[in-house]
């Protein structure tokens, strides 16, 4: 079974986790039922950036993202080479180390 791990974040995740799942599960719910409290303001459906995670190993081992993503990523705070939103970043049979940034910008609130 793979293993996510989640380099400590000072409000989510403080000591770091070490988290078994299953294959064929997105990060952001694989996270979320682990009782690490990702933000998901558009409820997983790829329309916001609260979500969003760095890859810092395992990143090729994840479908690559789609153009939609790719479009809110360009929108992320702190963006950079191994970004993902982790609900469109679905687990496979390798292990990976992500990182959630210290911000967030909420796309779905902040855009009226």
Request: charged letters at 25%; one cysteine or more; proline letters at 4%.
């Given at each position: 079974?793979?293993?996510?791990?989640?380099?400590?974040?000072h409000e989510l995740c403080p000591e770091g986790t070490v988290i078994e799942v299953e294959t064929g599960v997105?990060?952001?719910?694989a996270l979320l039922a682990n009782h690490?409290?990702?933000?998901?303001?558009c409820e997983m459906s790829n329309a916001c950036?609260?979500?969003?995670?760095?890859?810092?190993?395992?990143?090729?081992?994840?479908?690559?993202?789609d153009e939609t993503e790719d479009d809110l990523l360009d929108k992320a705070w702190g963006l950079d080479p191994d970004s993902r939103l982790s609900c469109q970043a679905i687990v496979s049979d390798?292990?990976?180390?992500?990182?959630?940034?210290k911000y967030t910008i909420n796309q779905v609130s902040e855009n009226h």
């Amino acid at each position: 079974m793979p293993q996510i791990i989640v380099l400590p974040h000072h409000e989510l995740c403080p000591e770091g986790t070490v988290i078994e799942v299953e294959t064929g599960v997105s990060v952001c719910d694989a996270l979320l039922a682990n009782h690490v409290e990702i933000e998901h303001a558009c409820e997983m459906s790829n329309a916001c950036t609260t979500c969003h995670i760095y890859v810092r190993e395992g990143f090729d081992a994840i479908e690559e993202s789609d153009e939609t993503e790719d479009d809110l990523l360009d929108k992320a705070w702190g963006l950079d080479p191994d970004s993902r939103l982790s609900c469109q970043a679905i687990v496979s049979d390798t292990d990976l180390v992500i990182e959630i940034p210290k911000y967030t910008i909420n796309q779905v609130s902040e855009n009226h």
